[in-house]
């Protein structure tokens, strides 16, 4: 029989997961708990240990096998957007004033990235990224992210404002991917920001796109 453990829970914790609570609130009711519970196991690092399975790190976050499968159900086939979830979160974050974004020449700094989910054997038609550590790429699946940077406190704190999962080519080509994330997130994208990328993203791409202006990260002298 386990016993309950006597440490303190941090209010670091407490903070967390009233945030979260405010992001999924305009989520439907039923679905709402269940992303509540996957992005707090999320963060938990618990995933990390069951290797990206959902139910298992569930589990080990406290559920028991029913609240676990219909957490992982909500979650699956549940109508919500992440990217909802992220206005939510940008507006909180506005909202507390701690967070100062980054201007070069009067212009608040957005950027542009790509990232891939790697797992060992992946189906469902994945792509591939390129993976520094193994240097090459990997099957993984693919998704483009807008994010607005700053800081809170001297800390750089780049805030996710939208995110695209590659479809259809762009999951298996990165120059399409990036055409994808662009297209989707130029919506975001004011007069008054200035975008950064990772060198794959040629500036004459984003130029044509709408991005109205642009900043080119060069290699330091040596």
């Keep these: 029989m386990k016993t309950k453990s006597k440490t303190p829970i941090p209010q670091i ?15 439907g009711v039923g679905t709402n708990l ?15 240990a ?5 139910i298992p790190a569930l589990s080990a976050s406290g559920l028991n096998q029913q609240a676990s499968v219909r957490a992982w ?16 979160l940008h507006e909180q974050v506005i909202a507390e004033q701690q967070w100062e974004a980054l201007q070069i020449g009067g212009r608040s700094v957005k950027a542009y990235d790509t990232v ?13 990224h390129y993976d520094s550590q ?7 699946l693919t998704f483009g992210i ?18 695209v999962r590659g479809q259809g080519r762009a999951a298996k080509s990165d120059d399409a991917l990036m055409q994808q994330l662009i297209k989707a997130a130029v919506t ?32 330091p002298k040596t």
């Design 13 to 27: 914790v407490y903070r967390v997961s009233e945030m979260v609570a405010r992001m999924v609130k305009g989520v």
């Design 34 to 48: 269940a992303i509540w519970h996957v992005l707090m196991t999320l963060m938990s690092g618990r995933l990390l």
């Design 50 to 54: 069951s290797r990206g399975a959902i």
């Design 73 to 88: 159900r909500g979650a699956a086939v549940g109508a919500w957007q992440a990217n909802e979830l992220l206005k939510g």
């Design 116 to 128: 891939g989910f790697f797992r060992p054997r992946l189906q469902c038609g994945a792509g591939k």
């Design 134 to 140: 193994a240097g090459k790429a990997l099957p993984a």
């Design 146 to 163: 807008l994010g607005a940077v700053g800081t809170v406190k001297e800390q750089p704190v780049t805030l996710p404002l939208s995110i």
């Design 188 to 219: 975001q994208i004011t007069p008054d920001d200035v975008i950064t990328a990772d060198r794959k993203f040629p500036p004459v791409r984003l130029l044509e796109s709408g991005c109205k202006a642009i900043v080119i990260r060069r290699p």
